[in-house]
């Protein structure tokens, strides 16, 4: 499994970024992508995530509302698009996979996730 991610990038307070993830290398119909960002000096923390088949969405408190995780199939793609950025959403954001069936699946918890792409940084200037 291979995870490609893209779009960051410096932006103003207030502004939007959609950040993608491309996914290759299986099929992803059981399997649950998210998101997680890292600020400097900071643990990773999770953002969003949404199962593929299901299409369930999860999200932490500090991206309900304003982020919104979406997939698309053709592409094999999880985009998640940020709006009404904040200095505080400055970090590397990674896109992580997992498959469904190991086990019950909890969205926050990093170690469930088996797969890892390289990150992508999201400045936000004040």
């Known amino acids: 499994v291979q995870l490609q991610a893209s779009g960051g990038g410096l932006v103003q307070a207030g502004a939007s970024l959609r950040l993608s993830c491309a996914a290759s290398g299986h099929t992803f119909s059981n399997y649950a992508l998210a998101w997680f960002r890292q600020a400097p000096g900071k643990e990773r923390e999770f953002v969003a995530a949404i199962t593929w088949e299901g299409y369930s969405t999860f999200y932490a408190d500090s991206a309900e509302g304003r982020f919104t995780i979406s997939r698309d199939s053709a592409k094999n793609t999880v985009h998640l698009q940020m709006n009404s950025l904040k200095p505080e959403d400055t970090a590397v954001y990674y896109c992580?996979?997992?498959?469904?069936?190991?086990?019950?699946?909890?969205?926050?918890?990093?170690?469930?996730?088996?797969?890892w792409g390289q990150g992508t940084l999201v400045t936000v200037s004040s």
């Open positions: 992580a996979a997992t498959p469904l069936s190991n086990g019950d699946y909890n969205p926050s918890h990093r170690a469930r996730y088996e797969y």
